[in-house]
Nanobody, 114 residues
Framework: QVQVVESGGGLVQPGGSLRLSCVAS????????MAWYRQAPGKQRELVAR???????NYAVGVQGRFTISRDNAKNTVYLKMNDLKPEDTAVYYC????????WGQGTQVTVSS
Protein backbone atom coordinates (compact mmCIF):
# COMPACT_ATOMS: atom_id res chain seq x y z
CA GLN A 1 0.00 0.00 0.00
CA VAL A 2 1.07 3.57 -0.56
CA GLN A 3 2.97 5.60 1.99
CA VAL A 4 2.91 9.36 1.52
CA VAL A 5 4.48 12.48 2.98
CA GLU A 6 2.61 15.71 2.32
CA SER A 7 4.08 19.19 2.69
CA GLY A 8 3.63 22.79 1.64
CA GLY A 9 0.66 23.92 3.68
CA GLY A 10 0.49 27.09 5.70
CA LEU A 11 -1.41 30.25 6.53
CA VAL A 12 -2.30 32.43 3.58
CA GLN A 13 -4.57 35.41 3.00
CA PRO A 14 -7.63 35.15 0.77
CA GLY A 15 -6.55 35.41 -2.85
CA GLY A 16 -3.14 33.96 -2.10
CA SER A 17 -1.43 30.87 -3.45
CA LEU A 18 0.24 27.72 -2.15
CA ARG A 19 1.80 24.66 -3.71
CA LEU A 20 1.43 21.35 -1.95
CA SER A 21 3.76 18.41 -2.54
CA CYS A 22 3.33 14.72 -1.84
CA VAL A 23 6.09 12.13 -2.10
CA ALA A 24 4.77 8.59 -2.44
CA SER A 25 6.38 5.20 -1.93
CA UNK A 26 5.29 1.58 -1.70
CA UNK A 27 3.62 1.54 -5.11
CA UNK A 28 4.59 1.68 -8.77
CA UNK A 29 3.92 5.38 -8.85
CA UNK A 30 3.89 5.91 -12.59
CA UNK A 31 0.96 3.59 -13.27
CA UNK A 32 -1.26 4.78 -10.42
CA UNK A 33 -3.77 7.59 -10.47
CA MET A 34 -3.09 9.93 -7.57
CA ALA A 35 -5.34 12.42 -5.86
CA TRP A 36 -5.55 15.18 -3.32
CA TYR A 37 -8.29 15.08 -0.72
CA ARG A 38 -9.16 17.51 2.05
CA GLN A 39 -11.02 17.46 5.33
CA ALA A 40 -12.36 20.62 6.90
CA PRO A 41 -13.32 20.77 10.59
CA GLY A 42 -16.59 18.99 11.19
CA LYS A 43 -16.84 17.75 7.62
CA GLN A 44 -16.13 14.51 5.80
CA ARG A 45 -13.01 14.06 3.74
CA GLU A 46 -13.63 14.99 0.11
CA LEU A 47 -11.86 14.56 -3.21
CA VAL A 48 -10.28 17.78 -4.48
CA ALA A 49 -8.46 16.68 -7.63
CA ARG A 50 -7.03 13.58 -9.24
CA UNK A 51 -4.36 13.01 -11.87
CA UNK A 52 -4.23 9.93 -14.02
CA UNK A 53 -1.03 8.18 -15.06
CA UNK A 54 -1.27 10.10 -18.33
CA UNK A 55 -1.07 13.40 -16.46
CA UNK A 56 -4.66 14.39 -17.17
CA UNK A 57 -6.32 16.01 -14.17
CA ASN A 58 -9.90 16.20 -12.97
CA TYR A 59 -11.23 18.63 -10.36
CA ALA A 60 -14.03 19.11 -7.91
CA VAL A 61 -16.44 21.80 -9.01
CA GLY A 62 -15.45 24.21 -6.26
CA VAL A 63 -11.76 24.29 -7.20
CA GLN A 64 -12.01 24.07 -10.99
CA GLY A 65 -10.04 26.89 -12.56
CA ARG A 66 -8.18 27.73 -9.33
CA PHE A 67 -6.28 24.51 -8.54
CA THR A 68 -3.91 22.57 -10.77
CA ILE A 69 -2.78 19.02 -10.04
CA SER A 70 0.37 17.64 -11.62
CA ARG A 71 2.85 14.83 -11.17
CA ASP A 72 6.53 14.07 -11.64
CA ASN A 73 6.94 10.34 -12.08
CA ALA A 74 10.74 10.56 -11.85
CA LYS A 75 10.36 11.94 -8.32
CA ASN A 76 7.30 9.91 -7.25
CA THR A 77 5.72 13.25 -6.43
CA VAL A 78 2.30 14.77 -6.97
CA TYR A 79 1.68 18.49 -6.63
CA LEU A 80 -1.33 20.71 -6.05
CA LYS A 81 -0.95 24.35 -7.04
CA MET A 82 -3.68 26.39 -5.42
CA ASN A 83 -4.44 29.92 -6.58
CA ASP A 84 -7.05 32.45 -5.49
CA LEU A 85 -7.50 30.68 -2.19
CA LYS A 86 -10.72 31.25 -0.27
CA PRO A 87 -11.55 30.79 3.42
CA GLU A 88 -13.64 27.74 2.49
CA ASP A 89 -10.46 26.06 1.23
CA THR A 90 -9.25 25.84 4.83
CA ALA A 91 -8.70 22.15 5.60
CA VAL A 92 -6.13 19.46 6.13
CA TYR A 93 -5.02 18.27 2.70
CA TYR A 94 -4.06 14.66 2.09
CA CYS A 95 -2.81 12.75 -0.90
CA UNK A 96 -3.51 9.14 -1.71
CA UNK A 97 -4.05 6.92 -4.69
CA UNK A 98 -7.29 7.14 -6.66
CA UNK A 99 -9.33 5.22 -5.72
CA UNK A 100 -8.06 5.86 -2.22
CA UNK A 101 -6.07 3.25 -0.36
CA UNK A 102 -6.60 2.37 3.31
CA UNK A 103 -3.58 4.22 4.71
CA TRP A 104 -3.36 7.99 5.04
CA GLY A 105 -0.45 10.31 5.70
CA GLN A 106 -0.41 13.05 8.30
CA GLY A 107 -1.72 15.63 5.85
CA THR A 108 -0.74 19.27 5.59
CA GLN A 109 -2.79 22.10 7.07
CA VAL A 110 -3.98 24.90 4.81
CA THR A 111 -5.51 27.91 6.52
CA VAL A 112 -6.93 30.77 4.49
CA SER A 113 -7.63 33.77 6.66
CA SER A 114 -7.07 37.50 6.80
Amino acid sequence: QVQVVESGGGLVQPGGSLRLSCVASGIIFSINSMAWYRQAPGKQRELVARVMSSGIGNYAVGVQGRFTISRDNAKNTVYLKMNDLKPEDTAVYYCNTYPQGPAWGQGTQVTVSS
